[in-house]
């Protein structure tokens, strides 16, 4: 959800979102729904709420936290996944935006 200051209210931006993430020059928001099979990354951009598909990644290498599976954005956006091979480890993966 996003609240709009002019309008005073709130809007949907995407059903599932675990994990949300600010992309660094704000006109993104980079999560992962953790109920997709494919376990895709996606973002939305904020301007039409448009919601763009990323890379799916492999269902069994990432590691359920909390509230889904652990996403997050490395400092140039790139986005980072939680794995799990009997302890947590942390990749990167490269993209061509």
């Known amino acids: 959800m996003l609240f709009d200051f002019e309008t005073r209210k ?7 979102a675990a994990y949300p ?5 704000g006109s993104y928001i980079y999560f ?10 996606y973002r939305v951009r904020i301007s039409d709420r448009k919601v763009e598909g990323l890379a799916a990644v492999d269902p069994h290498i990432l590691t359920w936290a909390t509230v889904g599976k652990w996403t ?13 091979t009997s302890v947590e480890e942390i990749y990167a993966l490269d993209w061509e935006p």
């Not at 992962?32 to 990354?41: G, M, V």
């Not at 997050?72 to 799990?84: E, F, T």
């Open 10 to 16: 709130w809007g949907e931006l995407a059903r599932s």
């Open 21 to 25: 993430n600010w992309s660094r020059d």
């Open 32 to 41: 992962a729904d953790p109920y997709t099979k494919e376990s895709t990354l």
């Open 72 to 84: 997050g954005l490395a400092p140039d956006d790139s986005p980072l996944v939680l794995r799990d």
